[in-house]
C-alpha cells in the first residue's frame, strides 16, 4: 500500500511543477511583444515628429498674447503654397531681417487689407473679428491705406500691433511690405513651454474661405504616450511574476502536507 500511495503522490507533484513554466513562457513572449510593439510606436511616434516639426525659440513679444517671448513652439514644415489666411507662419525675409520671424498671415495674393474702420482690420471688404488680439486694444495703432496683395505673396501683422515689425513697417517697400510664400518655412501649430496647447484657428476669416487645418501633433502624441506606457507594461512582468512567483512558493511551503 505504502509504495501505491508513492507512486500516485509523485506524479502529481510533477504535473503541478510542470504547469508553471508553461504559463511563464506565455507571459513573457506577451512581454516581449509589448515592449516591441511600444518600441515601435514611441520611435516611430519620435521619428514622425522630428520629420514633421521643427521647434523654435520666440525672442520677442510681438506675438502676444497668442505667443509670448521665450516661448518654445512647434512649427509644421509647410510649403508656402499650403499657408491660408489667420495662420501663424515662421518665415524668413532679407528685406526684414537675417533671422526667423512668427507673424499671423491677414491676407493673401488678390486679396485687399487696410486698416482700420470701426477700429477692425478689413480684407476684402469684410471686417475681420480677431479674436486673438490682447483684449481691449485696437486692430492697428494707426491706419494704414488699402494695400492688395500681389500673386504669391502674403501680408502678415503680429498680434501685438503695438509692439511688432510686420507688414505695415514695410508699406513703402516694392512689395508694399508683403512677403513671398515661398519665404514660409513652417506653420506654427502648438506651443510647448509653457504649455498653451494647439493655436486654436481664427474663425473671424473663415468668411473669406477655408482654414488650415491642425497638424499631426495630436496623434504622435498618443504614439509616442502608448508606446510609453507598453514598453513599461511589458518591462514590468518579469518582476512581478517574481513576486507573484515567490509568494506563491511561500504560501506552498507553508501549506500541511496532508492537503496535497
Given at each position: ?8 503522490t ?7 511543477t ?5 504559463g ?12 516591441g ?19 523654435y ?47 499671423r ?33 485696437p ?35 516694392a ?18 513651454w509653457?504649455?498653451?496647447g ?13 482654414l488650415?487645418?491642425?497638424g ?11 508606446g ?8 514590468a512582468y ?9 509568494a ?13
Amino acid at each position: 500500500m505504502g509504495g501505491e500511495s508513492a507512486m500516485r503522490t509523485t506524479p502529481r507533484s510533477s504535473g503541478s511543477t510542470g504547469a508553471a513554466p508553461v504559463g511563464s513562457r506565455l507571459g513573457q513572449r506577451l512581454s516581449g511583444l509589448m515592449v516591441g510593439l511600444g518600441l515601435v510606436l514611441f520611435l516611430g511616434g519620435f521619428a514622425w515628429g522630428a520629420v514633421v516639426y521643427r521647434p523654435y525659440t520666440v525672442p520677442t513679444s510681438s506675438m502676444t498674447p497668442t505667443i509670448d517671448a521665450g516661448d518654445r513652439i512647434l512649427a509644421q514644415r509647410v510649403d508656402g503654397g499650403e499657408v491660408r489666411r489667420g495662420d501663424v507662419v515662421v518665415f524668413k525675409d532679407a528685406t526684414w531681417a537675417n533671422a526667423p520671424m512668427v507673424k499671423r498671415v491677414v491676407a493673401i495674393g488678390g486679396d485687399t487689407v487696410s486698416c482700420c474702420q470701426d477700429g477692425k482690420l478689413k480684407v476684402n471688404g469684410k471686417e475681420i473679428d480677431e479674436t486673438y488680439l490682447p483684449q481691449g486694444t485696437p486692430a492697428e495703432m494707426s491706419n494704414f491705406p488699402t494695400v492688395t496683395v500681389p500673386k504669391g505673396r502674403l501680408f502678415l501683422l503680429g498680434d501685438e500691433r503695438g509692439n511688432s515689425v510686420d507688414s505695415t513697417a514695410h508699406l513703402t517697400d516694392a512689395a508694399s511690405g508683403t512677403v513671398a510664400r515661398s519665404a514660409v518655412d513652417a506653420r506654427v501649430d502648438s506651443v510647448v513651454w509653457p504649455m498653451k496647447g494647439t493655436l486654436e484657428r481664427p474663425t473671424g476669416f473663415e468668411p473669406l474661405g477655408a482654414l488650415s487645418s491642425p497638424g499631426p501633433l495630436r496623434t504622435i502624441t498618443l504614439l509616442v504616450i502608448a508606446g510609453a506606457v507598453l514598453v513599461l507594461g511589458g518591462g514590468a512582468y518579469g518582476p512581478i511574476a517574481k513576486r507573484t512567483g515567490a509568494a506563491r512558493a511561500r504560501r506552498e511551503s507553508a501549506e500541511p502536507a496532508g492537503v496535497r
